[in-house]
Structure formats: structure tokens, C-alpha cells
Nanobody, 122 residues
Framework: QLQLVESGGGLVQPGGSLRLSCQAS????????IAWFRQAPGKEREGVTC????????VSANSVKGRFTISRVNAKNTVYLQMNSLRPEDTAVYYC???????????????WGKGTLVTVSS
């Protein structure tokens, strides 16, 4: 069964950090670009960042540049999202998704995880 499973979400204070993980099972992550999307309460889902299959190219939304870093360890079939300097507006369910190319477009994704909740609040 092909699956992406996110973990690492939780409650964090403004200015804090979290690291999310996206682990694949049932397929080899090496061949796929991986993207992170998020959906805040009452808002549409938006692309956050993505990384190419080789790890040499990343794309990030302006809202997270300089604060969020995406990385991958293909040997572990896992992609990470390091989130620093978190703000209340980062509160959302975070999803990882796999596709052929590093593009922050939902309709290009082949596989999706079920999401992990990140809450930034004091």
C-alpha cells in the first residue's frame, strides 16, 4: 500500500521551532519530488515548500522563506520540514505530497499524506 505519513506536529509558542517528518511506505521516495502544503482553519490549502527528487532544488513560498527548511534523507525514505521562528499564522494542518516535479501545485501531486496539526499559540 502506497502511503505518506506525516509526524511531528503539535503545540508550540510563537518564536519556537518544530520539525515535521514525512515518511513513505510502499514506494521509493528517491524518484519523487516532495512538497509540503498547509491548510489553516477557514482557508484554502496552500503550497509551502518542495524539494526535488535529487534534493538539489527547493522552492518555497515567500511567507516561509528564511524560516522553514525542507530536506530529505532518501536512505530513510523520509523528508523533513524544519520550521523556525513560528508565528500564529503558521497554525494549520500540514500535508506532504509526492509528485514528479518540485512545483507547488496541488493538481500535480500523485500521493498525499493525511496531515499533521501544527498550532502556534502562547
Amino acid at each position: 500500500q502506497l502511503q505518506l505519513v506525516e509526524s511531528g506536529g503539535g503545540l508550540v509558542q510563537p518564536g519556537g521551532s518544530l520539525r515535521l517528518s514525512c515518511q513513505a511506505s510502499g514506494f521509493i521516495l528517491d524518484y519523487y519530488a516532495i512538497a509540503w502544503f498547509r491548510q489553516a482553519p477557514g482557508k484554502e490549502r496552500e503550497g509551502v515548500t518542495c524539494i526535488s527528487s535529487s534534493g538539489t532544488t527547493t522552492v518555497s513560498a515567500n511567507s516561509v522563506k528564511g524560516r522553514f527548511t525542507i530536506s530529505r534523507v532518501n536512505a530513510k525514505n523520509t523528508v523533513y520540514l524544519q520550521m523556525n521562528s513560528l508565528r500564529p499564522e503558521d497554525t494549520a494542518v500540514y500535508y506532504c505530497a509526492a509528485s514528479r516535479y518540485c512545483i507547488l501545485a496541488e493538481n500535480t501531486m500523485n500521493y498525499w499524506g493525511k496531515g499533521t496539526l501544527v498550532t502556534v499559540s502562547s
